[in-house]
């Protein structure tokens, strides 16, 4: 059975920065395309940014490109999400999310549970 856990999230004043990691278990991690979505209050869930298990590139929503970064540690089985800059429009339910293909239009098969990260201006 896979799991997904997050941690990371929290309170942090605009313009700053926060680590979101998710370790997932269970499951073949190394070959699996690993990504971030978020959902704010009264908003659809959205995509974030995504990185395949092939590490070639990785693919980032307009909105967060420049400030955020994706990256995993297969031996570790785990994926981050570096955001800076971050502003109030920023606050969300963040998930990760395992497989699929979202920069194809395939959506994860397997979502975490979500952490919260709340932008203060």
């Known amino acids: 059975q896979l799991q997904l856990v997050e941690s990371g999230g929290g309170l942090v004043q605009a313009g700053g920065s926060l680590r979101l990691s998710c370790a997932a278990s269970g499951r073949t991690f190394g070959t699996s395309n690993m990504a971030w979505f978020r959902q704010a209050p009264g908003k659809e869930r959205e995509f974030v940014a995504a990185i395949p298990w092939s590490e070639i590139r990785t693919y980032y929503a307009d909105s967060v490109k420049g400030r955020f970064t994706i990256s995993r540690d297969n031996a570790k089985n785990t994926v981050y999400l570096q955001m800076t800059s971050l502003k109030p429009e920023d606050t969300a339910v963040y998930y990760c999310?395992?497989?699929?293909?979202?920069?194809?239009?395939?959506?994860?098969?397997?979502w975490g549970q979500g952490t919260q990260v709340t932008v203060s201006s």
């Open positions: 999310a395992f497989g699929g293909a979202p920069w194809q239009g395939l959506l994860p098969g397997y």
